[in-house]
């Protein structure tokens, strides 16, 4: 699968560099955005988040015995009350601000998200996710799609990917999303002084504006070059923002930080990619996963701490996804390894928070129709895809049936 | 020119770029000798380690700070300058390569050994030479080292067992009771055969074939000797038979028998087999060996797959054989091959240094660079290694190698300055100089202008050394960050 993404940023270079033009601004994308200043912020749980451990059926009688180590106790959860069939859900207990947003009815999980026969490979699981398709991974990802739906052409900070690696769910076939994982570095060196630094930066403008286009790949790369040239002075007013409250110290909270100085000091950026690993417990998590849980929710509530400073919340959807879920017993290294469904959550002002979908019953019975596998995996009840659709048609405002290439609508949760 | 294309081609994908004097030395040689060469680097010494911190070569810096003596088997960024010591300065550079193939190929990230053991035994697994270890061990990139031509199955036998893999993938707890299937999948999906080639209960069949290939720690925790090494714990091992879906035995058999606990280790060792004697992994490491000597620009053709396949077949996985047919093959000799590959952050900042020079620079300042390029060595992003080809390339890391040009072209003003003293009556005359001496793809004309254009821009030019000492280190900066350099 390492094969197919190349080939796709192959065949797709081709396509980029006869699309690529010139960057618009701000008053241009807001026009074309009908004025609207939604922005999304996906955050990504690199690894395969164990969502029984972040939204806890804690009353299941086979969560003990199949997690003698691992299962979250009773006492120990916050409990957020009951799904649409009854059972009784708690977050783990160090989401105290995921629950505070809960409580303000602004946080939406949704049980048991996936599809069909779910991939175990960290790698063909996360391109099914990023492509929207679980039959061929090839191709531009989903957020790359809609990106490629904005006449006629797009500011190359449109999109700001926080990770160093360009997403799958990023691939566009006419713009270059920008990775910045630090705005402070983010700037044009040089040898030499001031004045002759600015003749060099003109010069490597200019260089990089040629899209030869028989040459699709040194194409490619003189976009890359052409998008950071065009938005370095952008991205400089954002490593210059204050926020109103303390992140901590961390990747995934410094880049949620970036996110809020984009908004706050309105570059004109409305889709944001955040992710933080960790995620692949396949062994002592009783010790790491309380960790993870303290770096997603610290992070998170700052970010909403700070947006609801600036009065962004209503102009902001947060949306969290991860690869697949986890087995549900526990291995004998004290984690558990690849499974299937999981948890997505959304999160924003406008959120319709609540618990969406069903829990499974964890009783390993090879029958259990919420199980699949044998029983030993979580089975999807609700298909990604329209999880995405919602986000698609309901906040983006874009037609997710051409995005997603499909109907995905029927049974979407409407968490928006 | 100065140099043969062809040679020049050679020495940047069996290699790291060259030295004018190297590209000389190898042009001495001749291109299909110069192969041999490369591949026989046995008969080669490897010396290199000992030039480390004499004069004529790149500088490294302890990161401890000066508090203790450059430790690259204890500290990971001394690690990290050495390997990079090696790749600018090594007489073997297809041996240096093929590590850096291994790497990407088995990624293990020292990070997650690390928060389990702490950065010096972390950094010993990843990096220590034998001579460096208590018990004269090797760390996994030495592994590589070692096996980095020789038998295929060897090498992926070694992998299964290396202290390192045996954390990143949590095969020390894999236990009859409890099977860990982490490395049993990667094994198959990305070492070997992958996707599509095997089903889920080859994987838990291969999570019950390494239980209790596990690890034991020698000394006590406070013990400055102590290590961490393989141990075959016959009492956690699964006995029983397991069945896959593809053939194990070359009678087509797909069952490993059921064996008493002394004997469990020759289920890994027949699996292992398996995996190599596979048909799809010739085939995939003959993919994945196009795309790293040859092209990512083109796709491989059925033909050339299945000869390396073959080649890798016939002689039993031993991996010179193959890459000796894969450098003399007629698509890696091919002009059109030419460029046809996205440089690593490794391979680039090795051959800017080649080719720019190195005086008073340390490889430490290298290191941050790296890392914001997108490869920070011994820290791949995940199992499945860093992603290649355009993929290296976003707006930050294209930034970033802009300014480690920037960097180097500042620290090697006065060298610089001084060569193209006497190269630059017009500023055609000097950048064609520059031209001969660093090697990037063809400048088209309106690149080719620009960069006259900027010789000329700012003043009028005069060629004269107080303006050669800004304009020299400026075009090179150019150069060497334009994206027709970032293709080897």
């Known amino acids: 699968m390492t094969l197919s993404r190349r080939d796709f940023v192959r065949g797709g270079i081709a396509a980029f560099s006869l699309g690529f033009e010139a960057p618009r601004f701000l008053c241009d994308i807001a026009l074309a955005q009908g004025a609207s200043f939604r922005s999304l912020v996906v955050v990504y749980l690199a690894g395969g988040n164990d969502s029984l451990s972040m939204l806890v059926p804690y009353r299941d009688p086979s969560l003990q015995t199949r997690r003698p180590t691992l299962a979250v106790p009773a006492g120990q959860v916050l409990q957020i009350g009951r799904d649409g069939a009854g059972n009784e859900l708690g977050l783990h207990p160090r989401l105290t601000g995921l629950r505070a947003m809960f409580n303000e009815g602004r946080l939406a999980l949704v049980q048991r998200t996936g599809y069909a026969n779910s991939s175990r490979s960290h790698f063909e699981g996360t391109d099914i996710w990023s492509t929207a398709n679980p039959l061929s991974t090839q191709g531009p990802g989903w957020l790359g799609r809609y990106l490629d739906t904005i006449p006629p052409t797009l500011d190359p900070l449109f999109g700001w990917n926080t990770a160093s690696e360009t997403p799958h769910a990023l691939l566009s076939r006419l713009v270059a999303v920008p990775s910045i994982t630090n705005p402070a570095s983010y700037a044009f060196g040089s040898p030499n002084s001031a004045a002759e630094a600015e003749l060099e930066r003109a010069a490597a403008a200019r260089m990089s504006s040629h899209l030869p286009s028989q040459r699709p790949h040194l194409a490619f790369v003189n976009a890359s070059m052409q998008s950071a040239l065009a938005t370095l002075d952008r991205v400089a007013t954002v490593g210059t923002y204050v926020p109103a409250v303390t992140y901590p110290n961390n990747g995934f909270a410094l880049a949620l930080r970036a996110v809020a100085g984009a908004l706050v000091t309105q570059i004109g950026t409305r889709i944001f990619w955040v992710q933080t690993g960790g995620y692949d417990t396949h062994a002592s998590q009783a010790g790491t996963y309380p960790n993870l849980m303290g770096t997603l929710n610290d992070g998170l509530t700052a970010f909403y701490q700070d947006l609801g400073s600036h009065g962004l919340l209503n102009d902001t959807l947060i949306l969290q996804f991860s690869e697949f879920g986890r087995r549900i017993n526990e291995n004998g290294s004290g984690g558990t390894d690849h499974g299937a469904g999981s948890v997505m959550m959304a999160i924003g002002g406008q959120v319709r928070g609540g618990i969406y979908g069903t829990a499974p019953s964890l009783a390993p019975d090879p029958s259990n129709p919420t199980l699949e596998n044998n029983g030993t995996d979580v089975r999807y009840e609700t298909d990604f895809r329209s999880v995405y659709a919602c986000v698609i048609d309901r906040w983006l405002g874009a037609d997710s049936a051409s995005i997603l290439g499909g109907d995905f609508r029927n049974g979407s949760p409407e968490f928006l | ?488």
């Not at chain 2, 080649?354 to 290298?366: D, I, P, Q, S, V």
């Open chain 2, 1 to 488: 020119m100065n140099s043969d294309p062809r040679i020049q081609h050679l020495l940047r994908r069996a290699g790291f770029g060259a030295s004018v004097a190297e590209a000389a030395a190898f042009a001495e040689i001749g291109f299909l000798p110069a192969i041999e060469v490369l591949v026989d680097y046995h008969r080669t010494p490897d010396e290199v380690d000992q030039f480390i911190g004499q004069g004529g070569y790149a500088g490294v810096t302890p990161s401890s700070g000066g508090m203790e003596p450059f430790s690259p088997a204890t500290i990971v960024n001394d690690a990290r300058q050495r390997w990079l010591f090696r790749m600018l300065h090594t007489h073997r550079p297809l041996q240096e390569k093929m590590v850096l193939f291994w790497h990407q190929h088995f990624a293990t990230a020292y990070s997650k050994i690390a928060n389990a053991v702490g950065g010096v035994l972390a950094t010993q697994m990843m990096a220590a030479k034998r001579s460096e270890h208590p018990a004269g061990l090797p760390g996994q990139i030495e592994l590589f080292r070692e096996l980095a031509l020789p038998n295929f199955r060897d090498l992926l036998f070694e992998v299964a067992r290396d202290p390192a893999m045996l954390f990143w993938l949590d095969g020390r707890l894999n236990t009859r009771a409890r099977p860990q299937e982490n490395f049993a999948r990667e094994v198959m999906e990305l070492f070997t055969i992958g996707v599509g080639q095997f089903t889920e209960s080859d994987v838990y069949a291969g999570a019950r074939v390494f239980t209790g290939w596990n690890l034991q720690r020698i000394g006590e925790p406070r013990d400055p000797g102590t290590f961490y090494q393989f141990l075959y714990n016959g009492a956690q091992h699964d006995t029983g038979a397991k069945t896959f879906s593809f053939p194990i035995y070359t009678n087509g058999n797909k069952t490993i028998p059921a064996r008493a606990e002394s004997g469990g280790m020759e289920d890994g060792r027949d699996l292992i087999a398996a995996l190599a004697r596979h048909p799809e992994t010739g085939r995939r490491l003959a993919r994945k060996l196009w795309g790293f000597f040859i092209s990512e620009i083109q796709p491989p053709s059925d033909a050339f797959v299945a000869r390396i396949a073959t080649a890798y077949t016939q002689s039993d996985c031993h991996m010179a054989s193959v890459v000796r047919a894969v450098l003399s093959s007629p698509e890696f000799d091919s002009p059109s091959s030419y460029f046809s590959r996205f440089s690593w952050p490794a391979e680039y900042v090795a051959r800017a240094l080649k080719e720019l020079g190195y005086t008073g620079f340390t490889l430490n300042r290298a290191l941050n660079p790296l890392s914001n390029m997108g490869q920070q060595l011994f820290e791949p992003p995940d199992v499945n290694g860093w992603e290649r080809g355009a993929g290296w390339f976003t707006t930050a890391s294209m930034l970033a190698r802009m300014n480690f040009a920037a960097t180097l072209t500042s620290s090697q003003r006065a060298d610089i300055a001084a060569v193209a003293g006497g190269q630059g009556p017009t500023p055609e005359a000097l950048l064609s100089f520059f031209l001969d001496r660093v090697t990037p793809s063809r400048f088209e004309p309106p690149a080719y202008d620009t960069l006259l254009e900027y010789l000329r821009s700012g003043g009028a030019w005069t060629g004269g050394a107080s303006q050669l000492r800004v304009k020299a280190p400026g075009l090179l900066h150019l150069i060497v960050g334009s994206s027709e350099y970032q293709f080897v």
